[in-house]
């Protein structure tokens, strides 16, 4: 069973109706992350959050907004589309460094291919 | 300049080559580095981290020049199956900021 799931995979929706973006993970982390990818650009960060009652905004949050329900859910939201958001979104969990671990490595869900009409 | 930057390529290598790919990062203060893997349309991969004294996992080899600011990923005896794209990553030590570059194209041909 995969870690990090979202849902839907796929989504065609047209310029200004509501979506939601759904992001599970079972990794027991506390860190969760939403990220845009589009062609030619690296992955961009919408919004984190570090616990339940921490979320913060990432570099390209305008339009989106989030909601983290529990520790293993976290959901984005678009507002309103519109078509410059059609772009692959991936969710992202991460454990801060601890013990023997010096890093804070990442572990991405499958993505959402989101078509914005 | 962009915070990481990576050649798109893309690499057309034979299997059984060896290659090579750099990435750059402009950040002095950045501390922690990664290779992820990404097959086309799936999300990234772990490869490996990449440590100040280099590390190995099997055909990949990891490096780190903190004074000329880049990290390389060498890969050895090339697999059809490595064909993908590579993404560098760059984190600054506690932060929440991962920074993206835009990958390095890869095709392992027969």
């Known amino acids: 069973d995969a870690d990090v799931t979202q849902t839907p995979r796929n989504r065609i929706t047209k310029t200004g109706k509501r979506i939601m973006l759904e992001c599970s993970q079972t990794?027991?982390?506390?860190?969760m992350y939403w990220y845009r990818q589009d062609p030619g650009l690296g992955l961009r960060l919408i919004y984190y959050?570090?616990?339940?009652?921490?979320?913060n905004k990432g570099e390209i949050s305008d339009g989106y907004s989030v909601s983290r329900q529990a520790q293993a859910k976290f959901s984005l939201s678009l507002e309103s589309a519109i078509p410059n958001q059609t772009a692959l979104y991936f969710c992202?969990?991460?454990?801060?460094?601890?013990?023997?671990?010096?890093?804070?490595?990442?572990?991405f869900g499958p993505g959402t291919r989101l078509t914005v009409l | 300049r962009k915070e990481v930057e990576q050649d798109p390529g893309p690499f057309n290598v034979p299997e059984g080559a060896t290659v090579a790919f750099n990435c750059t990062y402009s950040?002095?203060?950045?501390?922690?580095f990664f290779w992820y893997r990404q097959d086309c349309r799936k999300e990234p991969k772990l490869l490996m981290s990449?440590?100040?004294s280099g590390n190995e996992d099997g055909r990949f080899t990891a490096q780190l020049n903190r004074a000329s600011q880049y990290i390389s990923l060498l890969i050895r005896d090339s697999k059809l199956s490595d064909s993908a794209t590579y993404l560098c990553?760059?984190?600054?030590?506690?932060?929440?900021?991962?920074?993206f570059g835009t990958g390095t194209r890869l095709k392992v041909l027969a």
């Open positions: 992202a969990t991460s454990d801060p460094p601890g013990g023997s671990r010096s890093t804070d490595t990442q572990y």
């Open positions: 990794k027991g982390h506390d860190r």
């Open positions: 959050s570090f616990d339940v009652k921490d979320i």
């Open positions: 950040n002095s203060a950045s501390q922690s």
């Open positions: 990449v440590y100040s």
């Open positions: 990553v760059v984190n600054l030590s506690g932060t929440y900021k991962y920074i």
